[in-house]
């Protein structure tokens, strides 16, 4: 006769392999790293190509002209460019005991992506095997995004700004891994097709009950080089639509404007014209948005 | 993950865990009452899936160091670019050789091995690096 054997549930000793312990342990690693972060705040779209680095690096930069102590993390770990328009060259990452440093942008934005690490023109690649690859890659990516949060030594920062890949995958990662997301930036472009996309991921954050605290509608119009005028560029009425839906205010609809991207891809930050006022604004609403409004909010003390 | 011994209706201990290098585990677990002892043996996917997690089965004998699974998992990435300012980091074999060392030793060997691999700017530890060291510092048996 066989004997009972007695499920997972009924042996209540403690798992001997160790590995959900382990598992609490990496989380409460992330958790004590973060401590000392103010606000972290995750920026997605669930459409590419619409700007979400162009947006996020342009926000840190506002925020740190402004004194506030910001930090990046680009999560687009096979697409990295956050850095490079945060003023961050080519440097190794240098890891200590106390964790890994992150590099250091314009205005003092701590940043930190798989640029950092990777050589120029390379791909993110793993050293395993190829074979039955998919099921073991989102893990590891989870884990590489596990050690950027929690094995980096981000100091002490009133944002850590996140900038995502395309998609709602990270974003689940994210949020299971940082209880205290503060909320979410959702950038989009004006166009249907990006309104589309947009509103699916959208679905997931309001799932997850985090805060989405703005869209930000980016090549709202183009600003002419000349006489400053911003003409349309894309037809749609996307950041107010997902507005609407998301219940939350567009921060900004920022202007295509050539010469502040191009200022942003060589890591400069656009002081004036159509599309630096937009920015502005934008960080007006968010700090608002968090309960950060006005100069006497501002921890760091600065202009 | 548990281990349950039948015959005694007693949960087994984890006992020893190895990386024979072929990409698979073997893990040992003892019935605590009867002393009976079975291996969990794992396929490379299987053992790649736990690997890819951070985690290791039986529980870690050395703590997780920063940034561990980036510098040992990207292929081409960290251990090119890691600065020599930096403290090296010890790969999946070589934790698991450093395991095997007597625990009221191990964190002196640990330092010896970083800090032979520190002084030649080698930012992963791997177990060909132990191997090296130990010929030339004069350490077998450690």
Same mark, same amino acid.
């Given at each position: ?13 403690? =798992?001997?392999? +160790? ?11 992330? #958790? ?26 342009? %926000? ?7 004194? $506030? ?6 999560? @687009? ?6 850095? $490079? ?10 890891? &200590? ?6 590099? #250091? ?9 798989? =640029? ?33 949060? +929690? ?18 995958? $990270? ?23 990006? &309104? ?24 709202? !119009?183009?600003?002419?080089? @000349?006489? +400053? ?9 996307? +950041? ?10 567009? %921060? ?14 060589? !890591? ?36 | 993950?548990?281990?349950?011994? *039948? ?17 698979? /585990? ?14 969990? /043996? ?14 290791? *089965? ?39 050789? /450093? ?12 330092? *010896? ?8 700017? *080698? ?20």
């Amino acid at each position: 006769m066989t004997p009972h054997v007695r499920t997972y549930h009924e042996v209540t000793g403690d =798992d001997r392999s +160790g590995l959900l312990a382990q598992v609490v342990a990496q989380r409460q690693r992330v #958790t004590e790293r973060l401590v000392n972060v103010r606000h972290a705040v995750a920026v997605m779209s669930g459409k590419g190509g619409v700007g979400k680095s162009f947006v996020t690096a342009a %926000l840190a930069r506002e925020l740190a002209r402004r004194g $506030r102590r910001v930090g990046v993390l680009d999560a @687009d770990l096979h697409g990295p460019t956050a850095a $490079r328009m945060l003023g961050v060259g080519r440097q190794p990452m240098e890891v &200590r005991e106390s964790g890994a440093v992150p590099a #250091t942008g314009t205005n003092g934005i701590r940043v930190m992506s798989t =640029d950092l690490i990777l050589a120029e023109d390379a791909p993110l690649k793993w050293k395993e095997p190829a074979q039955d690859g998919f099921i073991w890659r989102g893990t590891l990516e989870a884990g590489m995004l596990r050690e950027f949060l +929690g094995d980096v030594s981000w100091g002490e920062l009133d944002f850590l700004l996140v900038d995502l890949p395309p998609g709602t995958e $990270r974003l689940a990662m994210l949020m299971e891994l940082v209880p205290s997301l503060a909320g979410v930036v959702v950038v989009t472009i004006p166009s249907d097709a990006s &309104r589309r996309a947009v509103r699916r991921s959208l679905e997931m954050v309001r799932e997850s009950g985090r805060p989405i605290l703005g869209i930000v509608e980016n090549m709202a !119009g183009y600003a002419c080089p @000349d006489c +400053g005028a911003v003409r349309p560029l894309f037809a749609g009425d996307a +950041g107010k639509d997902i507005a609407e839906a998301a219940k939350a205010p567009v %921060l900004a609809g920022i202007p295509f404007d050539a010469a502040a991207q191009q200022a942003a891809d060589g !890591g400069h930050l656009m002081a004036s014209g159509a599309a630096a006022q937009a920015i502005a604004a934008a960080v007006d609403a968010l700090l608002e948005r968090l309960g950060e409004g006005g100069a006497a909010a501002r921890p760091g003390g600065g202009a | 993950m548990k281990f349950l011994c *039948i015959e005694c209706d007693t949960q087994m201990g984890f006992e020893e865990r190895a990386l024979p290098g072929d990409g698979t /585990l073997a893990a040992t677990f003892r019935c605590p009452k009867c002393s009976r002892s079975v291996a969990m /043996l794992t396929n490379p996917m299987e053992t790649q899936l736990v690997s890819s997690l951070g985690v290791e *089965i039986g529980g870690r004998t050395v703590p997780a160091q920063p940034m561990e699974l980036v510098q040992s998992k990207v292929d081409g990435g960290a251990s090119e670019a890691a600065a020599p300012g930096g403290r090296p980091t010890w790969d999946a074999g070589a934790n698991e050789r /450093l395991t095997r060392v007597p625990s009221f030793v191990r964190g002196m060997v640990k330092r *010896i091995y970083a800090d032979y691999a520190a002084e030649r700017g *080698i930012v992963v530890i791997t177990t060909d690096v132990m191997d090296t060291a130990r010929r030339e510092l004069g350490l077998e048996g450690m």
